[in-house]
Structure formats: C-alpha cells, structure tokens
C-alpha cells in the first residue's frame, strides 16, 4: 500500500475515476433546445443560496438544492475543493444515510461515456469507452477508504435568478447508488456534494457555459455557526475594496491555488516565504506544511508563557489545545493572547496582498471549554508540501472564486446578513459530533490509492 494512503486515514482526499460500464443511456436529448436557448440569451446573472452549518462541532457547511421535475430538495456540502456534484441515489442506494423517500430517483436519464462531461475530464485514472452508448460511471475514493460510486445523470435544476427570472438549466451530476464509509467517522448527513472547483463538470463551470451565470464563485460564512450565503454569478462581488491575487496557472490545476505567499506573525516576518495556498471551502480547518506549522506553532506558544492558559492534553478535539482556569464560553474570551496570522501574496510589503487570519479565524472553543488551535499539520496528514486555507479562516470574510479573470479575492464582510434573498436556512442536520471534512478534490496530490479495490458495477 502506498505510504501516502496509510497517513491519510481520517480526513478524506478525492479523486475521481470514470469507468465506462453497462446500459446505453438517453442522454437528455429532449433538453437540447432549451439549452441552446439559454445559451443565446446569456443572462448573466447570479443564484443565491442561504449556507448553514458550521467548522465545530459539525465541521462543515451546506445549501439546499433543487432537482428534477417535479423538484425535490436536497441538502448538499459546498466543496470549492471538488468538481463533480452527487447526491445519495435510489437506485438502490447501498450504505446511503438518507431514508429513501429522500434520496434522487433516476429516471433513465444517465449520460454516455462518450459525453464531453464525462470523457473530457482529463484524469489519469480515466478508461477509453468500450461502446460510445455505455452508462458513464464514476467512483469518488476517499484516502480513509470513504468512497460514493455512481453514474453521471442530467436533470433539471430549477433555480430563481438575482434578476428575478427563473431557469430550469439540464446538469450533470453524479448519481451516487454505493456508498462507503469504513472509517472511524461517520460520513456527514447531508445528501451529498455541491462540486464548486474549477473543472469542466462542476455547476458553476456549466452554468457558466450556458450562459446562465458568469463563472465567478462567492461564499461568505458567518461566524458563530449563524450560517452565511453562496453565489454563483458576480452582481454580488462589491466594486471596490476587494483584495485580489492571481490564480497560480502553471501546472494546471482543477483547485484554487494561490502563487506564493510569506506568512507573517503580528505583522512581523516568519522567515517562512514561497508557500502557495488551496482556498478549500470542502476544509473544516486550515492546513500548514511542517516548516510553516512548526514557526508558527512555537511563535504562539512563544507568546503564550507566563499567561494564564496552559496546555491541555486531556482534550483531544484537536491536536493543539490549552485550557483557562475556568471553561471557556467564547473565542473572544482568549483572542488577546493571540496575534493575527497573515499569509501575504504578490510581493513586498508595498505591493503584497494580504489575507489576514486573526485569532477567531483560526482558534475553536470546545464542548470542554478549552480552546485549540486550528491550523494543522498537514505535512503529517499526507498533504506534503501542500497547505489548505478552510472554512475556520473564511469566517467573516466574502471569498470570490473569479474564474472568468483566474484570480480569487476577499473582503471582511457581515456573513448574516444574506443579500436579496429570503432567510429560509431550512435543514434538519445533527450537531452532536463533529465531522472534520477534507480536502475536497486533492487527488492530483496522491497516488496510489487502493479506493477502487471494492466498486460494484451498477446499472440505472
């Protein structure tokens, strides 16, 4: 086995592998001709979605979707680390954590392997189709052995525009009848994956191509578990005040990678520079490479001796964690033993841009009342050289993922306030143990991963 796979076991990295397998499929013929109106009338407008959720205890955040006609609601983890869309599918569903009666019933609508959506991806992993007309499989592993097999579908997604029109663009997603999760967490209880990367397949790149949206990605997340909003579309994107640095281009990559940055503690220099980034809202927590982790870990400790908070190994929330002499009710109780970390892009001091991470966007209170540190080591988690910014340092921060110009920006912003949309947060998801999402689509970082060791062939 591959040592990459044994060190990832809890916190799950995807990649996908299409397989052509059985059944000729109708590809959604009859939707052509809308869609060839949409293309012509290139709106380009934005949908709005209300966001719940939260980095702890439930470690991930969701927007509730509509799908199919008649449309049927689904609760769905936005992942701007991930492409492809899926939701728990009866099909039968094996190992689903939906009942039934909640689950996406296909309706002899699976795409063929030859589609542009499932051939043109672009994996490693992919297989030449066998027949042009077979079902376009898919399987999603996870590095703790987690995975969602499937078939790429099309259907209806009724959405209602900023503009005040509404559409009923036909898009690909996948149609996940088997999932596993033979890990020592549960996997989380929404329905499934809202892939917001950068890939062909994802639901903003296809609105965008059928001129429903711009493809440009916003989310802003509230702090205090309130929640917060997702876009797809620009109207949102405030015309100033916006600090903006460019999408690393070379290699290609389907994440939004950032060029390098210098980490700064208290506004002063780490000695830690050339570090390159993933914005991943599919991340509970935020990850560092050794080097990065390890300065700025003793920076912090450095400035916690002779202070009241001590160490505390009893609580294992997380890796790193201290406790007062009292529990602890609120980031804000400790926040002035802490500096403000900033990753600065671009440059120099004069000409850099800088995305500040100030204590509460990298501390988390516990149900023990301890408060721990939330950026990670993520080389010892398997991710290498690899450092992720996740959902802990978007806290009331607007994040723009602009694909139309390949660079991704950020202003503070009030996340509960949701913009020209009604406050109907709806779901019905446990808190009670905390789930620490991943990486989202990080599978071009690993390599021989042993996920597809148990697929079963399926046919819908």
Known sequence: MNPKSQTINIFPAVFFLLLCAQQPSQATKDSSKGQVKLQNRRLGSSVVFPVSGNVYPLGYYYV???????????????????????????????????????????????????????????????KP?????????????????????????????????ENGSTMHPHLTFGCGYDQQSPGPHPPPPTAGILGLGRGKVSISSQLSSLGVTKNVIVHCLSRDGKGGFL?????????????????????????????????????????????SFVFDS????????????????????????????????????????????????????????????????????????????????????????NVCLGILNGTEIGLENYNIIGDISFQGIMVIYDNEKQRIGWIPSDCDKLPNVDQDNGGDLSEEEAYPRGFGLMGELFTGTDASKNKKDGEL
Not at 244 to 262: D, F, I, Q
Request: proline share 7%.
């Open 64 to 126: 509730l979707l509509n799908i199919g006609n008649p449309p049927k609601l689904f609760d769905l983890d936005i992942d701007t680390g991930s492409d492809l869309t899926w939701v728990q599918c009866d099909a039968p569903c094996n190992g689903c954590t939906k009942p039934r009666d909640s689950q996406y019933k296909p309706n002899h609508n699976t795409l063929p392997c030859s589609h542009l959506l499932c051939s043109g991806l672009d994996l490693p992993q992919s």
């Open 129 to 161: 189709c066998d027949d042009p007309d077979d079902q376009c499989d898919y399987e999603i592993g996870y590095s703790d052995h987690a995975s969602s097999v499937g078939a790429l579908v099309s259907d209806e997604f009724p959405l209602r525009l």
């Open 231 to 275: 876009s797809i579309g620009d109207e949102l994107v405030p015309s100033s005040g916006v600090t903006w640095t460019s999408l690393a281009l070379k290699p290609p990559s389907k994440n939004y990678k950032t060029g390098p940055a210098e980490i700064l503690f208290d506004d002063k220099a780490t000695g830690v520079k050339g570090v």
């Open 282 to 369: 599919g991340s509970s927590y935020t990850y560092f490479n050794a080097e990065a982790y390890q300065a700025v870990l003793e920076l912090v400790r450095k400035d916690l001796k002779g202070k009241a908070l001590k160490d505390s190994k009893e609580d294992k929330s997380l890796p790193v964690c201290w406790k007062d002499k009292r529990a602890l009710k609120s980031v804000h109780d400790v926040k002035k033993y802490f500096k403000t970390i900033s990753l600065r892009f671009g440059g120099s001091q004069k000409n850099g841009q800088v995305f500040q991470i100030p204590p509460e966007s990298y501390l988390i209170i516990t149900e023990k009342g």
